[in-house]
């Protein structure tokens, strides 16, 4: 039920890309995305509300196939902050429940 | 400024020794939740609330209760606890469960002995 996350971790040196995918078992009808440094809070990074939207501020962005019920995070020249774990996550709002789930995550960490 | 906090930030207790974590946030929300993160697990839901009065359980209730008597505040209870409830815990609130981000509190450490 809990999406899944791919790749589960990547290293990066400064300035490469990054694309990061989470996949869904159940209909998507929108997709959070969170970044979180180790021992911290999760932090907001993004929502995609409707298929085919694609989002960016920055250098990272994301899109959402609601067909297909993925969607993917990309960032770009990474920087040394971009360094943490990557969450997707979706609220269930079906059979009367408005669980909210989060994907498996991927670490990711960017290296000098 | 807009926030969630929680107390207390780190606690150490006892099996059985019934205990409560405080949330609270300023920017009335009417969706509110539990997770626990544990190595490996990822962040998991305990609980989630959708207004006053309306909780409902997340993936893993088990040993946990709450309430949520005013908008404001969700507390997160554990009656018995025990060594296997050892993890992070966040507190987290939106406006609705889907359309809008969740503002996290900064987490609770807790270790059961």
């Known amino acids: 039920q809990q999406p899944v996350q791919s790749p589960q971790a990547v290293i990066l040196r400064e300035g490469e890309d990054a694309v990061i995918n989470c996949s869904s078992s159940?209909?998507?009808?929108?997709v959070h995305w969170y970044r979180q440094k180790h021992g911290e809070a999760p932090v907001f990074l993004m929502i995609l509300l409707k298929g085919g939207e694609q989002k960016g501020h920055d250098k990272i962005s994301a899109s959402f196939n609601e067909k297909k019920q993925q969607s993917s995070l990309y960032l770009t020249a990474s920087q040394l902050s971009y360094s943490g774990t990557y969450f997707c996550?979706?609220?269930?709002?079906?059979?009367?429940?408005?669980?909210?789930?989060f994907g498996t995550g991927t670490r990711l960490k960017v290296l000098a | 400024e807009a926030q969630v906090t929680q107390n207390p930030r780190y606690l150490i207790t006892v099996t059985g020794k019934k205990l409560t974590v405080t949330c609270s946030q300023n920017?009335?929300?009417?969706?509110m939740s539990w997770y626990r993160q544990d190595p490996g697990l990822g962040l998991r839901q305990i609980y989630y609330s959708m207004n006053v009065e309306v909780t409902d359980k997340g993936d893993v209730p088990e040993g946990y209760k709450v309430s949520r008597k005013e908008k404001r505040n969700f507390p997160l209870i554990l009656e018995s606890p025990s060594p296997n409830q050892t993890s992070l815990y966040f507190c987290a609130s939106s406006l609705t469960v889907n359309s809008y981000e969740q503002y996290f509190g900064p987490g609770t450490r807790l270790t059961v002995t």
């Open positions: 159940k209909a998507l009808y929108s």
């Open positions: 996550g979706t609220g269930l709002t079906t059979s009367g429940t408005y669980k909210y789930i």
């Open positions: 920017m009335n929300h009417e969706y």
